[in-house]
DNA sequence: GTCTATACACGGATAGAC
DNA sequence: GTCTATCCGTGTATAGAC
């Protein structure tokens, strides 16, 4: 019934039973942490579709193929879920952010960190709308997440793309609209999906076609910033 | 209690009666018309706040000061209170939109219609949650505003940009690939106003910061489409 | 047109058997 | 760890007095 990662048993018991029991503790450990991540997955999707006050935790349940009282035994309360969908958002988020990292040509960073961010919506559209929607209620069950972590990271791009622009590698634009433009457009492709799809004539789904939305992408920011490679005549 | 219009009685009396009573058919009409106006800000600001499942009538009626069953005198039901803000919504939008046309310039045609999208974002901001919160859902409350009005105003905006980059005006981007940035973008600074504070540093929310950031976006959109005037030098 | 009181369903969370 | 049954608050919507 679940189709998460596949069971790492057999990994030597640790409590010497006579019995040929296996290792308790690393199996129940595995339960749990097989039956969270199941949990978590479904609560994503629900809550992308519905929203945290719209989403119940029946609905849950039910995507989950458990009854309602599990996902109380895995998760204190429906915000602690939320909360742990949130979290596991972030991390995937911030290693899309870290592509932005390694490189000192504009052209390479910026254009592969749009890549990366598109990628993000493509793979994980759902995750993108749970974050949307709560930053749009007014992110309050993410606020530390946004100052202790999302913050710290967007001050230091703003420091690098500031240097960019002094050294003349950047038309002079302001590094943080830069960097909302890139959020916007690129998660518009996840979070807006529903609209594009009424507005385009039911395609912009095929791998196909979303690879050429993301080259476009790519060159409209890249024009966008006037970013120019280092070791290009000007 | 309502700081709707102004109430424009003394319109001259439509049912002679011997009182010197006021024309009863039209302030009745006017009664329900205020009343509608009242509920419809104070629903807008709810939906925007909670999204539509999370909103309840009792919080809209307090908000707007009266009783729950006033709601529901108004409006029959919580989903044609909502669907009355949305069709609301695509009227400003649509006002917007208009802005668009009327000159065969791209630089002022698009520079202009960036403008109004950010000054719609400015003085408008809950509904655009409350359109963005819709859309992110799936947007089955609007699919026929889509389909029906919103479809067709893109598809001749597409074919205006087409035009244009085929007379050298603009760079080869794709036209609907520039519309949503210009939307995603715009909207971003009323739908993510929460994190845009959250990073920014409590600012980003003064008039004169607004209208600097609105030149920026200006700025950037027109150099991501390579726009140039009609009457200018290659 | 406005209000109080209420019907009735659903939601989150828990108890306690297995 | 899993399940059924249930508590209790809240939500939409309505009845009916004023």
New interface residues.
Partial sequence: MRDDKPVEEAAGSETPHDEASPPLRRRKAHIRESAEAHLLACAEAVF???????ASTAMIAERAGVPKANVHYYFPTKLALYRRVLEDLFEDWHRAANTFEGTDDPVAAIGGYVRAKMELSRRRPLGS?VW??E?????EHM?DI??QR??PW?DTRVTVIDDWIARGLL?D??A???M??I???T???A??D???R???GKRALSQKAFE??TD??V???I????ARSPDEDR
């Fill in positions: 992308a579709e519905r929203g945290f006050e719209g709308k949307a929607n930053i749009i209620h007014g992110a606020a946004l100052e999302v913050k967007l038309a634009v302001d943080k609209a830069l909302y433009m959020w916007a457009t998660q518009h492709y979070d807006f529903a609209q594009i009424a507005l385009g050429a939305t476009e992408v060159q409209l920011v024009r966008a910033c006037g």
